[in-house]
């Protein structure tokens, strides 16, 4: 954003130096139509590249931009996948160890470093439900059916992050847990 008051301000300086110096030969050469039809070429030819160049920068910035947005994206939903295929590996055997325990720690760390404040509140509530599974180290078919429950929960906020929506939709979330109930 600096580097672009720079250019803006040196851009306009030029501009406006331009500009007079091309008026001042615009009018000193009143007497010759000729030479101000040439002078008011080179003044719109500036004024085009002028308008060109800043809509370039400015496109240029929107392109870094939406790139930005494409990888972070990318890296938000691997990592809810990730943690939705750890968790479906745990449920599935029907037990959690420490290296269960010890990998979701990991999973953890990467899921607070990207993802929203209401995953994160919604993430707290999932990992107490986990520890209170883990205290005897099987998963039995209710904590199962619990954790799925919390899991949807979790997705409902995921969800919205991937989405980028700052609107929370209940009926979307009413959905889910039906889904996950009727299962």
């Known amino acids: 954003m600096k580097n672009s008051s720079i250019y803006l301000s040196i851009a306009s300086i030029t501009f406006v130096i331009g500009y007079l110096f091309l008026r001042f030969a615009f009018a000193s050469f009143n007497a010759y139509p000729f030479v101000q039809e040439v002078v008011?070429?080179?003044?719109?030819?500036?004024?085009?590249?002028?308008i060109t160049a800043a809509l370039l920068n400015k496109q240029s910035e929107v392109e870094l931009e939406k790139e930005q947005n494409v990888k972070i994206f990318d890296l938000k939903s691997d990592l809810y996948f990730e943690l939705i295929d750890f968790?479906?590996?745990?449920?599935?055997?029907?037990?959690?160890d420490?290296?269960?325990?010890?990998?979701?720690?990991?999973?953890?760390?990467?899921?607070?470093?990207?993802?929203?404040?209401?995953?994160?509140?919604?993430?707290?509530?999932?990992?107490?439900s986990i520890k209170e599974t883990a205290l005897d180290k099987k998963i039995s078919p209710l904590e199962s059916d619990e954790?799925?429950?919390?899991?949807?929960?979790?997705?409902?906020?995921?969800?919205?992050?991937?989405?980028?929506?700052?609107?929370h939709n209940s009926e979307v979330?009413?959905?889910?847990l039906k889904n996950i109930e009727q299962i």
């Open 87 to 96: 968790l479906k590996n745990v449920i599935s055997k029907e037990e959690i």
């Open 98 to 128: 420490n290296k269960d325990l010890i990998s979701l720690e990991f999973l953890t760390h990467k899921i607070s470093t990207i993802a929203s404040v209401a995953v994160l509140k919604e993430y707290e509530n999932f990992i107490a």
């Open 147 to 167: 954790l799925s429950a919390d899991l949807a929960k979790l997705c409902v906020k995921i969800r919205y992050d991937l989405l980028s929506k700052n609107t």
């Open 173 to 176: 979330e009413k959905i889910i």
């Open 40 to 50: 008011l070429i080179i003044l719109g030819t500036i004024v085009t590249i002028a």
